[in-house]
Nanobody, 124 residues
Framework: QVQLVESGGGLVQAGGSLRLSCAVS????????MGWFRQAPGKEREFVAA????????YYADSVKGRFTISRDNAKNMVYLQMNSLKPGDTAVYYC?????????????????WGQGTQVTVST
């Protein structure tokens, strides 16, 4: 089994920053890609960012490009999402996800494991 535990969410004012972390443990396999997705109340889950196993390829939703940065530390089994210039529209539960492949995608259905999520609330 694979466990993903997110942390770092909270309440922040618009324009502020947060750094989300995702701790990965369990039988992940030799190489895996990671993604971040989010779901706002009454909305479907949407892609935010993804990173390949090597970290050499990263992908971002247009809505967060230039404001969010995904990174990983394979030695520590950690993935991060640095979120800057936050907007009220970024308010959502953020989920960390793992894909049993070295290559990342933007499609949620291609990810095999999911964390429980962490709430991010951006106030005006």
């Amino acid at each position: 089994q694979v466990q993903l535990v997110e942390s770092g969410g909270g309440l922040v004012q618009a324009g502020g920053s947060l750094r989300l972390s995702c701790a990965v443990s369990g039988r992940t396999g030799s190489r895996y890609a990671m993604g971040w997705f989010r779901q706002a109340p009454g909305k479907e889950r949407e892609f935010v960012a993804a990173i390949s196993w090597s970290g050499g390829s990263t992908y971002y939703a247009d809505s967060v490009k230039g404001r969010f940065t995904i990174s990983r530390d394979n030695a520590k089994n950690m993935v991060y999402l640095q979120m800057n210039s936050l907007k009220p529209g970024d308010t959502a539960v953020y989920y960390c996800s793992l894909r049993r492949s070295a290559f990342a995608t933007t499609a949620g259905y291609e990810y095999d494991y999911w964390g429980q999520g962490t709430q991010v609330t951006v106030s005006t």
